[in-house]
């Protein structure tokens, strides 16, 4: 079946650029999804389509796919961006796959 | 704006059967796919079920099959997931979530989440 892998978790301090990577086989064929969730929240899409951020959604969330990784660019990272975020991907055997999730906290 | 209210969960023994609702509105119902995707406690997100637009395709997450069915009832505007033979590994949030569109396609993404209904079994 198919798989998404991300790091565990990313510290990143107020201001800078935290980049989250989810890397799954040829997923750079594929469309890419992000998800943010905070603590006992529901998750909330920032990036669809590998590039595309939904109305309402900070532009200093940006998304890149190639190859085998996807990428979730944060810039001037706020201590409002601490979460979980999932990065999700369609595949033909298991439909919708999500990532394994990562924490960004923000120092 | 788009809603998403989920009903139903609760504690339930291992082998009873449990029935999820998801209430929507602020959009046209009967035009859009709808998920339903659970989260264990402090692990991540796993897909669980899938209905098309007007329900006549429907998926399931291998672990799930022959003991959940999805549903739908487009007229009233409500999602449904009835969950037979409830194991404890069964036990999480349970979110419905809106697909793009109204099938399922490589290109299509969860633009909405309702806020989830705890179901817990467990003896």
């Known amino acids: 079946s198919y798989e998404l892998t991300q790091s565990p978790s990313v510290s990143v301090s107020p201001g800078q650029t935290a980049n989250i990577t989810c890397s799954g086989d040829s997923l750079g064929d594929k469309f890419a999804s992000w998800y943010q969730q905070k603590p006992g929240q529901s998750p909330v899409l920032v990036i669809y389509q590998d590039t595309k951020r939904p109305s309402g959604i900070p532009e200093r969330f940006s998304g890149s796919n190639s190859g085998n990784t996807a990428t979730l660019t944060i810039s001037g990272t706020q201590a409002m961006d601490e979460a979980d975020y999932y990065c999700?991907?369609?595949?033909?055997?298991?439909?919708?796959?999500f990532g394994t999730g990562t924490k960004v906290t923000v120092l | 704006q788009v809603q998403l209210v989920e009903s139903g969960g609760g504690v339930v023994q291992p082998g009873r059967p449990l029935r999820l609702s998801c209430a929507a509105s602020?959009?046209?119902?009967?035009?859009?796919?709808m998920y339903w995707v659970r989260q264990a406690p402090g692990k991540g997100l796993e897909w669980v079920a899938v209905?098309?637009?007007?329900?006549?395709?429907?998926h399931y997450v291998e672990s799930v099959k022959g003991r959940f069915t999805i549903s739908r009832d487009n007229p009233n505007n409500t999602l449904y997931l009835q969950m037979n033979s409830l194991r404890a590994e069964d036990t999480a949030v349970y979110y419905c979530?809106?697909?793009?569109?109204?099938?399922?396609?490589?290109?299509?993404?969860?633009?909405?989440w309702g806020q989830g209904t705890l179901v817990t079994v467990s003896s």
């Open positions: 602020g959009f046209t119902f009967r035009n859009y796919g």
């Open positions: 209905i098309w637009y007007d329900g006549t395709k429907k």
């Open positions: 999700q991907a369609w595949d033909s055997s298991t439909l919708y796959v």
């Open positions: 979530a809106r697909v793009s569109g109204p099938v399922v396609t490589p290109a299509a993404y969860f633009d909405y």
